[in-house]
């Protein structure tokens, strides 16, 4: 997964994925600004900031805007992901306080400790052994560091119940496929082992204190913008792809004229498609010595 070079049908090709990566994170800026503003309110100065997982680093550049004295480093296994982050950073002007480390995740990380702040977002499932990788995270955290967590939430709703074609409830039906989906991709990993997926307990497991766990709602009515349209034909295309032998022929039907542009039903066109779901953050603080609150 994510090496760039062993591509099994159960993991994500992430270095394809780039463009989805990047329009995934630019619509979900809104969240991803508040859940770092909240983290601002914990940790006001950090100095050293890990995207653990980053992707192609949009939310490693946002923290380095919300957080003007800290230095981010992007930290992926894709290394294509990270070139995208490094130029982002350039054209953002924050090359010089960005960085990233090309590692298999939760190797690497004591290069770079102590760490302030390790944010980790929709990465940790994707590593096989969760709580092996929360204690390898909380132990290069610095005394107060804070781990952030965002995992689960609401999956994202693009369309009504009834779409006018198809049976009713398609979206209900993706979300329980995708769910079988997920569990063999997490199978698949190498390491992998159940967890209870209690995140504060996971954290508390890991010898951090829990810091408290928010929701925060991506709410983008109709009509979509034309960006925010790319990226739902984007994930549709995806779950067309995942999930066709899993889904019914007239799903597939369905699905085939939500991802036609030219059909007036379809993602691209019609007027009624918008984006609601949520997306949770969960803090561990690391004990010891915190600064004091600004
Ligand atoms: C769903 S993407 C999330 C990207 C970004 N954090 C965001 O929220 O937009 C998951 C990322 O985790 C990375 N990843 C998965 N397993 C990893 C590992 N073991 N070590 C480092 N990065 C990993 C993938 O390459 C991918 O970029």
């Not at 939430?153 to 398609?170: A, E, V, Y």
């Not at 209870?196 to 709410?219: C, K, N, Q, V, Y």
Request: hydrophobic content about 45%.
């Amino acid at each position: 997964m994510g090496h760039g070079h062993h591509h099994d049908h159960t993991q994500p090709d992430w270095a394809a994925m780039a463009p989805m990566l990047e329009r995934q994170a630019e619509i979900a800026a809104p969240v991803h600004l508040q859940a770092a503003t909240w983290l601002r309110e914990l940790r006001p100065h950090p100095r050293l900031i890990v995207d653990a997982g980053s992707g192609p680093g949009v939310v490693t550049c946002l923290l380095a805007q919300v957080f003007p004295d800290a230095e981010v480093v992007a930290v992926d296994s894709a290394a294509p992901l990270l070139e995208l982050a490094a130029e982002r950073a350039a054209r953002a002007g924050l090359a010089d306080r960005v960085r990233t480390l090309h590692t298999e995740l939760p190797a690497g990380l004591e290069r770079l400790a102590p760490v302030d702040i390790v944010w980790a977002g929709r990465s940790l499932h994707h590593i096989g052994d969760q709580q092996a990788a929360l204690a390898a995270f909380a132990e290069h955290l610095a005394p107060g560091g804070v781990l952030a967590l965002q995992e689960g939430g609401l999956p994202t709703r693009w369309l009504p119940r009834d779409i006018g074609f198809g049976r009713p409830g398609l979206q209900s039906r993706l979300d329980a496929a995708e769910e079988n989906w997920f569990a063999e991709m997490r199978a698949a990993l190498p390491g992998s082992e159940n967890v209870t997926e209690d995140w504060p307990a996971l954290l508390a497991a890991a010898g951090l204190r829990h810091g408290g766990t928010r929701s925060f709602l991506l709410d983008l009515p109709a009509p979509l913008t034309h960006d925010a349209r790319s990226h739902a034909m984007d994930v549709f295309t995806r779950i067309r792809e995942a999930l066709a032998e899993q889904l019914p022929a007239d799903d597939l039907s369905a699905l085939d004229r939500l991802l036609d542009p030219a059909d007036p039903g379809g993602l691209r066109l019609r007027p009624d498609a918008f984006a609601l779901g949520a997306r949770t953050v969960h803090l561990g603080v690391r004990p010891g010595a915190e600064p004091p609150v600004a």
